[in-house]
Each structure stands twice: as C-alpha cells, then as structure tokens.
C-alpha cells in the first residue's frame, strides 16, 4: 500500500465536506456513546488492560486524512516526536509479527495516559469498551461484550444487564461517506493499518502545501 498525504492535500478543499460530515458524526457516535455509557454508571479511566495497547487497524480513508487535519494542528517538533516514536513501534510490530508473538505497545498518540489527537481518534477509539451490537446484511444480529474495565464496574455496581447499543448505523454512515471520498480522490486500495502506521507516513512535507 502506498498510502502518503500529499496527492490528496491538493485537493483539500474538495474532500474537506466529507470530514466535517464524518465529525458530525463522530459527535453523534460521543453522545450516544455517553448516553449509554451513563445509564450503566461507567466510566472510562484507563486500566492496565489500556486499550490503547490494543491493536486496532483503522480502514477508512476519511479517518487516515482526518488524523493528518489532526497532525496539521501541532507543532512541527511535536510531530516529529510523533513519527519517531510511531517509526519505532511500527518496527517492534513487524518484528513481533516476524517472529509469530504477540505485542502489546501503547499508541504513539498516547502521552500521559491522554491521546494528544483526542477529537481527532478514529472510530473505534471512541465505540470500544461498552457491549454493543452488529446488525450484519441477512438480518443476522452478532453481540459483543464490553472490555475488561467495563465489567469489573459493572459487576460492582451491578449494572450488568444489557442496554442497546447498535454500531451499524455509524458504520452505514461512514461506509456512506468513505464512499464519497473514494469517488471524490480515486483513491481505489484496501486500508487496514495502525495509528502507528499510519502515522509514519505524515511528515513535515504534507504541511507545506499550498
Ligand atoms: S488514537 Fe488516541 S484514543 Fe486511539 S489508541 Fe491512540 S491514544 Fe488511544
């Protein structure tokens, strides 16, 4: 995959539109999330099991372009600090991976237990940690429990049974939608890559664009 920002930064101003719209629904997804989140008492306060130690692989288009809008916001040192740091987890991966382990390593966004790009995380960065539920094409319902934090809370608290949280209408918006920009740049390949990867490939070139 050669995946880099600049051949869409020329054009910035044709995709910009589909991210405010993916905003929006990222905004959508935050509140319903809380609303939820609320009604069983829990609250996300980092853990050991940190999910952002996990191995999540983002695949939109929308969300790679819009953690570069992310990355335009800070300075330039500090994103030099960024790729270094994710340059050096992608490595370990690769290497984890080549000898068939497993391996958990903090996301390189993650400084003091915060994500310095917070509003702008993909997807699943903001759905992960409560039960939901997947309404699959065929009419085939699939349910997911929540993370490790999540049901040590609840069991305390004992809020423990299930409050309807159906992902798939976020997930039709967003199809929608990277539909839209895929139309809209021609970019035609599969993404499936880290936050780490991913921000390997953003340098200081993509922000001298005029
Ligand atoms: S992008 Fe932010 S919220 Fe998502 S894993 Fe990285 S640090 Fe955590």
Do not use: W
Request: proline share 5%; net charge neutral; hydrophobic share 35%.
């Amino acid at each position: 995959m050669n995946l880099t920002p600049e051949p869409f930064l020329t054009t910035r101003p044709r995709y910009l539109p589909l991210l405010n719209q993916m905003e929006a629904l990222f905004c959508e997804m935050d509140r319903t999330y809380a609303a939820v989140a609320d009604q069983y008492g829990f609250r996300c306060n980092g853990c050991a099991d940190n999910c952002c130690l996990t191995r999540f692989y983002h695949h939109t288009l929308l969300e790679y372009l819009y953690l570069v809008e992310g990355m335009g916001t800070l300075e330039s040192g500090v994103r030099q600090a960024i790729r270094k740091q994710a340059l050096t987890i992608s490595a370990k991966m690769a290497d984890t991976d080549r000898r068939g382990e497993t391996l958990r390593i903090m996301c390189p966004l993650n400084r003091d237990e915060r994500c310095m790009l917070y509003p702008y995380r993909p997807m699943i960065c903001r759905l992960h940690g409560i039960p939901h539920e997947l309404h699959r094409p065929g009419g085939n319902v699939t349910k997911h429990p929540g993370c490790d934090a999540f049901f040590d809370q609840c069991r305390e608290s004992g809020n423990t049974e299930y409050i309807r949280f159906d992902r798939t209408p976020f997930y039709r918006q967003m199809a929608t939608l990277e539909k839209e920009l895929r139309l809209e740049t021609g970019y035609a390949d599969k993404i499936k890559l880290t936050i780490a990867q991913m921000l390997v490939t953003i340098t200081d070139s993509a922000y001298e664009i005029d």
